[in-house]
């Protein structure tokens, strides 16, 4: 296992690979004092997982986990920070967690923990060709699974709502939870399944539950069964 540790200020940054050394004695650990560095180490190899300090003295921490994200989408994101105001930003921009300044050893062996639990599930999770076969219209569409956003319900079918159009099917949304569920997909609603890689916000809703908006489909607000609500935000590393 390969981890980054990225941050401008030495103290915090020798702290920091002090602890993981201590959770994770074998683990191969590089450090960068800059945005500029951070890039030019992650253009050369790549890692597992990464701690991002919020604010570098060169770029924000923020602009550095999006280039990231396209360069190493498998990698976990952590960013490193004293302002806690920051999480909802790490969940906008799909990061795996936060961790505040000063590092508390805990807080960092939890995060750790729950990066390499994620990886070693995706490992086990079956080979997937990346594509769904949907017959909808009398003819049967290939869909990239990634592209679809959410499924829900409709009458006695189901409507796929993907970055490239909609598709109705004569299936059960349980149907496609059994399908999809090793792939991101989490059902938080009798009526809905969602891809948890496309989610863009969660926020408060009706009868003290919560509503989620789905990357390019920021008109539509589904809610969340309040008895999913727990682990939904287990799965989205908010707990």
């Known amino acids: 296992m390969k981890i980054a540790v990225v941050d401008d ?9 002090h602890q993981i ?30 701690f991002l300090d919020i604010n570098l003295n ?14 190493m989408p498998d990698a976990r994101i952590i960013f490193a920070t004293a302002y806690s105001d920051y999480a909802v930003k790490a969940f906008e921009l799909g990061v795996e967690n936060y961790i505040l300044k000063p590092f508390e050893p805990e807080r ?10 994620n990886m070693e599930e995706r ?16 003819k049967t569409v290939f869909l990239e699974i990634s592209q679809i956003a959410y499924i829900e319900t409709q009458g006695r079918s189901c409507i796929l709502h993907t ?18 569920s090793p792939y991101g997909f989490y059902r938080i609603h009798k009526s809905y399944l969602v891809n948890l890689n496309a989610v863009s916000e969660l926020f ?14 920021e008109k539509d607000i589904l809610p969340v069964s309040r008895e999913k609500v727990r682990k939904l935000r287990q799965l989205l590393h908010l707990s």
Not at 9 to 17: D, F, M, N, T, V
Not at 58 to 71: N, Q
Not at 108 to 114: A, G, Y
């Open 58 to 71: 060169d770029m924000e921490g923020t602009t550095l986990a999006a280039a990231v994200k396209r360069m």
């Open 108 to 117: 960092v062996k939890q995060v750790l923990e729950r990066c390499v639990l």
């Open 123 to 138: 490992k086990a999770a079956p080979a997937s060709t990346g594509r769904l076969a949907v017959n909808t219209n009398r």
């Open 21 to 50: 050394r201590e959770i994770l004695p074998e683990a191969g650990i590089f450090e960068a004092d800059s945005g500029v560095a951070a890039l030019g180490l992650f253009g050369s190899q790549s890692f597992d997982i990464l």
């Open 9 to 17: 200020e030495r103290p915090a940054r020798s702290e920091l690979i």
């Open 204 to 217: 408060p809703w009706a009868s003290n539950s919560v509503a989620l908006k789905m990357r390019g489909f």
């Open 163 to 180: 970055q490239s159009g909609d598709y109705a099917e004569n299936l059960l949304l349980g149907d496609y939870e059994k399908k999809l």
